[in-house]
């Protein structure tokens, strides 16, 4: 039986993430999975591939206010109202995509700055703001994506994980990966070759295998950068020049999943590695 293990969401993009137990999909993601992102002067994300402090920032929900609590000890924490703001839109870049975000207000924008040491704006994807899911993958012209690197939602088997795991010297947990469902029951990286997928009423494509970075080699306790578990993953996941590592998925309509839903697998395709 394949059931999800884990849930988690990461409301700011490239911020650390929240373990849920139940969370409602809709179709640009999970709710509230990355529809936070800061952004330099020029409107381009910023993540941890440049700022790997960043993973020192642990966000948190409670009723409708986001609480960014600064771990590293220097700032106290931030907090704001989740509802959408009511500035003018800008345009920003994530990758090759520019898309429509409205900026929060310079008191937010100002505790950011202070902790990077340099100017960032905290923009959010409003519902009207459209960042088209690549049409090459996509099933539908429609599909949509919040700030996510590339689709709405990552999935990855603690299977996965274990192998990995029994190759290294020193462990990594799974936040290293930052997938928004955790699926356990499968064999070690099977989630590749799920091409749809059932949970309860709710049906998930699986479009393409998710290339890893140097972000899996950033320790999201304490900030610090190694060469593990990129190096390692080269030895055995590699193609072409990427290594891949989870099964990014698009889902066909809104829906709701929660820790212990059983998983129907409906199509398999052919994995890459």
Not at 99 to 119: I, R, Y
Request: charge should be neutral.
């Amino acid at each position: 039986m394949v059931t999800i293990k884990s849930l988690h969401i990461y409301p700011i993009k490239s911020l650390g993430g929240i373990e849920l137990v139940q969370s409602k999909v809709e179709r640009r993601g999970l709710q509230y999975d990355r529809r936070w992102m800061l952004v330099d002067e020029n409107g381009r994300f910023v993540s941890q591939r440049e700022n790997s402090k960043l993973a020192l920032l642990q966000p948190s929900i409670k009723d409708n206010l986001i609480f960014i609590e600064d771990r590293s000890g220097t700032l106290s924490t931030l907090g704001f109202e989740m509802s959408e703001p009511s500035s003018s839109p800008m345009k920003v870049t994530i990758w090759d995509d520019e898309c429509e975000a409205k900026p929060l207000d310079m008191k937010v924008n100002q505790w950011f700055s202070e902790f990077l040491g340099k100017t960032v704006q905290l923009v959010y994807m409003h519902d009207d703001s459209q960042r088209i899911a690549d049409q090459r993958y996509a099933p539908a012209k429609d599909d949509v994506v919040s700030f996510a690197d590339g689709y709405p939602i990552l999935a990855i088997s603690q299977e996965s994980l274990d192998l990995l795991n029994s190759k290294l010297e020193k462990e990594v947990p799974m936040n290293r990966f930052r997938p928004n469902l955790v699926l356990q029951g499968l064999e070690a990286h099977e989630e590749d070759a799920l091409a749809q997928i059932e949970i309860g009423a709710l049906k998930l494509f699986g479009v393409k295998p998710c290339a890893r970075c140097v972000m899996t080699t950033i320790n999201q306790q304490t900030a610090e950068k190694g060469a593990e578990p990129l190096k390692t993953l080269a030895s055995y996941r590699k193609t072409g020049n990427k290594i891949l590592f989870g099964e990014n998925f698009i889902p066909e309509t809104d829906g709701w999943l929660k820790v212990g839903d059983d998983i129907n697998i409906r199509k398999r395709k052919k994995a890459l590695v």
